[in-house]
């Protein structure tokens, strides 16, 4: 009981951290910010090119294979990218790299004029692996 009361007061201090927050501000390998899907299951670094006028997501398995930089490929033909500053929707294709398995990447890539508008990255990542549909926030710190 002291426990819950001890972190409600913590909470009502602003003194615990929002774990979807600090999930939010995760970078990858390349430094870029980092969306969540599921718990823990995919990782997505979102690399705009602002020169070059593209968007690079790479997709990563669960927190340990993000920091080891080890890629993990899904089975789906495009994911879409939504920034908020400025507000931007994104399709990006599979990409798949030479290494990927047969009709699974993981790389997604696409192209987009007014990249270099862009604030401090942040928004959302959606798609579908197989049938089942993810979506998760991204925001640079």
């Given at each position: 009981?002291?426990?819950?009361?001890?972190?409600?007061?913590?909470?009502?201090?602003?003194?615990?951290?929002?774990?979807?927050?600090a999930?939010?501000?995760?970078?990858?390998?390349?430094?870029m910010?980092?969306?969540?899907?599921?718990?823990?299951?995919?990782?997505?670094?979102?690399?705009?090119?602002?020169?070059?006028?593209?968007?690079?997501?790479?997709?990563?398995?669960?927190?340990?294979?993000?920091?080891?930089?080890?890629?993990?490929?899904?089975?789906?033909?495009?994911?879409?990218?939504?920034?908020?500053?400025?507000?931007?929707?994104?399709?990006?294709?599979?990409?798949?790299?030479?290494?990927?398995?047969?009709?699974?990447?993981?790389?997604?890539?696409?192209?987009?004029?007014?990249?270099?508008?862009?604030?401090?990255?942040?928004?959302?990542?959606?798609?579908?692996?197989?049938?089942?549909?993810?979506?998760?926030?991204?925001?640079?710190?």
């Amino acid at each position: 009981m002291k426990t819950i009361f001890g972190l409600a007061l913590l909470a009502g201090l602003g003194l615990v951290a929002d774990a979807s927050t600090a999930r939010a501000q995760e970078v990858g390998p390349n430094k870029m910010p980092v969306a969540e899907w599921g718990d823990e299951e995919y990782h997505l670094e979102v690399i705009p090119d602002a020169k070059a006028g593209t968007v690079t997501v790479f997709v990563y398995g669960n927190h340990d294979d993000l920091h080891k930089a080890k890629k993990m490929a899904i089975e789906t033909k495009t994911i879409t990218v939504i920034f908020k500053n400025p507000e931007m929707t994104l399709k990006l294709e599979a990409a798949p790299e030479k290494d990927d398995p047969k009709d699974k990447t993981t790389k997604f890539f696409g192209k987009a004029e007014g990249l270099d508008k862009l604030g401090k990255l942040e928004g959302t990542i959606a798609g579908k692996v197989g049938t089942k549909p993810y979506s998760g926030g991204f925001k640079q710190k």
